[in-house]
């Protein structure tokens, strides 16, 4: 048998987990205004589409503040961050993987190539340790 999980660090981990849960979902509207106000600079009429581009541009900025609040989510243990593609463990099971790409067990696909992580962080994909009970 495999090396199984990492301690548990959960209570640890709980304020940046709770810090980061408060931020993630509202930078999903500035980006969606964003996008919108893209479309809108195709408009014909030339004052809505200067009133597009300075949205635009304040929909950006919105976004960028919102970006550096968010809490950057390292591990508690061996300060890896987790965020990125995991290493050694799942970061959604936590079980030690032998191959990149795929967790063997519970097929989560743990590689962040995409612009969205395609994973749940419910440990570290470094350590193995414990992190989240929900997974972010
Ligand atoms: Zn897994
Ligand atoms: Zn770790």
């Known amino acids: ?3 199984l999980r990492g301690p548990d660090k959960r209570a640890e981990f709980a304020p940046i987990a709770e810090q980061y849960r ?3 979902p509202p ?7 964003f996008v ?6 195709f408009a014909p009429y030339p004052l809505l589409r200067i009133a597009a581009c300075a949205a635009a541009l304040l929909s950006l900025l919105t976004l960028l503040v919102m970006l550096r609040n968010v809490p950057k989510l390292e591990c508690p243990a061996c300060h890896y961050a987790m965020t990125i593609s995991a290493r050694s463990h799942c970061p959604e099971c936590g079980m030690q993987m032998l191959e990149k790409g795929r967790c063997k067990r519970c097929f989560a696909r743990v590689l962040t190539a995409r612009a969205r992580r395609p994973f749940k962080i419910r440990y570290c994909g470094n350590c193995g340790c414990h992190v989240d009970n929900v997974g972010l």
């Open 22 to 24: 408060r931020f993630e």
């Open 36 to 41: 919108v106000c893209l479309i809108c600079t």
């Open 1 to 3: 048998m495999l090396a």
């Open 27 to 33: 930078t999903h509207w500035p980006m969606r205004a």
